[in-house]
C-alpha cells in the first residue's frame, strides 16, 4: 500500500512545511505585506478630513497640433476644459455645472447636456480630485468600495495597500476603468495629475490652486439679422436631395448644403480661393464621414437672412464643387424649418414649445443630430444627417443581422427595404444599404433621400427635431 505524501515526510522536513503554511505566503522582496485599509485608508492617502479641503484644482494639460493651450479647472460643483490656438485666439470649451454641461464651439454655437455626459464629468473629477473618498459608501470591504456618485455614476473603487486608489470602475452607459497612474502633492493633497479612462490618457504638466472657473457665454454665435422681421424663407434647387440655401463668403456668393451631420462651417477649396479666406491655424473637424485634419480661416459670412463677422470656417476638406456646408455653428441657432424645395430660418423663442406630435429627441453632444433608431429587430443610435444622399445606411457590421432580403453595399444606388424607426416616429419600411462606418457612437445614418419626403423642422439648439408627413 502507498503511504501517503505526508507520511513520507521526514520528522525535520514536517516541521519546515509547518513553518511555511504558517507563515503564509511569501513575500516578494521590495513590496510590503499585504495590508486592507478601505475607505478611511484612502482618506488618509489623499490626505484632508473632509471635501470641503479640497480646493478648486487647475491642471495644464500638454498642447496638441490643433491647440497650444489646454487648461482644466475642476471645482466643487463646476468645471471648465478650455483649447486654445494662442496664434489664432480660436477656441472651444466645455463647461459644466452640475445641472448642465455644455460644449461651445470656435463660432460660440452650444452643445449641451444633462444626462450621461454630465455624469461622465461629475464622477471622472469626484476621483481626479480624491472627492471621491469622502462620498458615502453604499458597500464597504477593506480592500475596496461601491459608491454612488452625487450626480454622476455609481463606482466601484479597489485599493492597494497604503490606502492608494488602484482602480474605479465606473458603470456608465458601458462600464469603463479609471486608473489612477500618477499623483501629485497640491497644497499638502494628493490629487491624480495622470490617469487613463478606458484608451484615453491624460497627463497633467501641472497642478495648482485656483479660483472657482466662470461659465463661458452659452449664448450662441452672435448671428445678426439683415432683415426687420424675424423669419425668413426662400426655395432652393437641391443638390441630389441635399436642402440648399444661399451664402455669401466675403461678398462672393454661392450655395450652402444645410447638413446636420457636420459640425461647423465648411468652404469647399474653389470657394475659399474666390473669397479669398487664408488659412490661420490647423483644425480637426467632425462629419458622417469622421474626423478629418483640415484648416481653419475667418471670414464675413451672410447664410440666408442672417449674417456673421469674423467667422471661423473649415477649409481644406473633400466638398464637392463651389459649395459651403452649413453645419452645426448655423443650425443651432435658429429653427430651421425644410419643406419640399423650401427652407425656412426663424429666430429660436426664448422657450421653445413642448413638441407633442412627430417628434425626435436628438443627441447634439457631437454638434450633429444623433437619435435612437430601431431597424428591424436591431435598436441603437443612428445619425440624422442631411447632408447625406441616401436614405438609409446601416453599418456594414449587422449586415446579417435580422431583416428580409439580401443586403447591398452602398453605392450600387440598389436598396433592400428594413423597416425603420426614429424615435417614437414610425417610418416604416425604408430602402437601405450597407458601409462600414468611421464613427462607432451610432450604427445608421438616416440622410436626405429619405428625409426629404416629410415636413422637418430643426431646433438642434433645444436638441429637438419633428418629422411630419
Excluded at 458597500?139 to 492608494?164: K, N, Q, S
Excluded at 490629487?191 to 504638466?205: E, P, S
Aim: charged share 15%; with cysteine.
Amino acid at each position: 500500500m502507498r503511504r501517503s505524501f505526508l507520511a513520507r515526510l521526514s520528522p525535520t522536513r514536517l516541521l519546515a512545511l509547518a513553518a511555511l503554511l504558517l507563515a503564509g505566503p511569501a513575500i516578494t522582496p521590495g513590496h510590503y505585506p499585504l495590508r486592507y485599509e478601505g475607505i478611511e485608508g484612502y482618506q488618509q492617502f489623499v490626505g484632508a478630513t473632509s471635501a470641503a479641503q479640497i480646493p478648486t484644482l487647475s491642471f495644464t494639460l500638454p498642447g496638441d497640433r490643433f491647440f497650444d493651450e489646454i487648461t482644466y479647472t475642476i471645482g466643487p460643483s463646476s468645471s471648465l476644459l478650455r483649447f486654445v490656438q494662442t496664434s489664432t485666439g480660436i477656441s472651444k470649451a466645455v463647461f459644466h455645472d452640475r445641472k448642465l454641461a455644455a460644449q461651445i464651439d470656435e463660432n460660440g454655437a452650444v452643445a449641451s447636456d444633462n444626462g450621461w455626459r454630465l455624469k461622465d464629468l461629475v464622477t471622472q473629477e469626484a476621483l481626479i480630485t480624491g472627492r471621491i473618498a469622502f462620498m458615502r459608501a453604499s458597500t464597504e470591504t477593506l480592500r475596496g468600495a461601491h459608491i454612488l456618485v452625487p450626480g454622476g455614476w455609481p463606482v466601484d473603487l479597489t485599493f492597494t495597500p497604503g490606502g492608494r486608489l488602484w482602480k474605479a470602475t465606473i458603470h456608465g452607459t458601458d462600464d469603463a476603468v479609471f486608473s489612477p497612474l500618477t499623483y501629485g502633492n497640491v497644497a499638502g493633497l494628493k490629487v491624480v495629475t495622470d490617469w487613463d479612462v478606458g484608451q484615453k490618457n491624460t497627463q497633467a504638466i501641472s497642478a495648482q490652486v485656483s479660483q472657482g472657473p466662470a461659465p463661458p457665454s452659452l449664448s450662441g454665435p452672435a448671428w445678426q439679422w439683415r432683415t426687420q422681421q424675424r423669419t425668413w424663407t426662400s426655395s432652393f434647387v437641391p443638390y441630389n436631395s441635399r436642402p440648399m440655401m444661399p451664402i455669401a463668403v466675403n461678398g462672393v456668393s454661392s450655395e450652402c448644403i444645410l447638413d446636420t451631420g457636420s459640425a461647423g462651417l465648411m468652404l469647399s477649396g474653389e470657394l475659399a480661393v474666390r473669397a479669398g479666406v487664408h488659412n490661420v491655424g490647423p483644425a480637426l473637424t467632425s462629419r458622417s464621414v469622421g474626423e478629418s485634419t483640415a484648416s481653419y480661416g475667418r471670414a464675413d459670412v451672410v447664410a440666408g437672412p442672417v449674417e456673421l463677422r469674423s467667422a471661423v470656417v473649415v477649409t481644406g476638406l473633400p466638398i464637392p464643387g463651389d459649395y459651403a456646408v452649413c453645419g452645426y455653428d448655423f443650425l443651432a441657432s435658429f429653427l430651421v424649418r425644410i419643406v419640399g424645395h423650401s427652407a425656412s430660418v426663424v429666430a429660436r423663442p426664448m422657450s421653445p414649445p413642448p413638441c407633442k406630435a412627430d417628434c425626435v429627441r436628438v443627441d447634439t453632444w457631437a454638434r450633429n443630430a444623433i437619435a435612437s433608431m430601431r431597424i428591424e429587430s436591431f435598436s441603437d443610435r443612428g445619425l440624422i444627417d442631411t447632408g447625406a444622399d441616401d436614405p438609409l445606411v446601416v453599418d456594414a457590421l449587422l449586415k446579417y443581422s435580422g431583416g428580409v432580403g439580401t443586403p447591398v453595399d452602398c453605392g450600387s444606388h440598389t436598396y433592400v427595404q428594413r423597416a425603420l424607426t426614429i424615435g417614437t416616429v414610425a417610418i416604416g419600411p425604408t430602402p437601405a444599404c450597407y458601409a462600414s462606418f468611421d464613427d462607432s457612437s451610432y450604427k445608421a445614418v438616416v440622410g436626405a433621400a429619405l428625409l426629404a419626403h416629410y415636413r422637418l423642422t430643426l431646433d438642434l439648439g433645444d436638441r429637438m427635431l419633428w418629422l411630419a408627413r
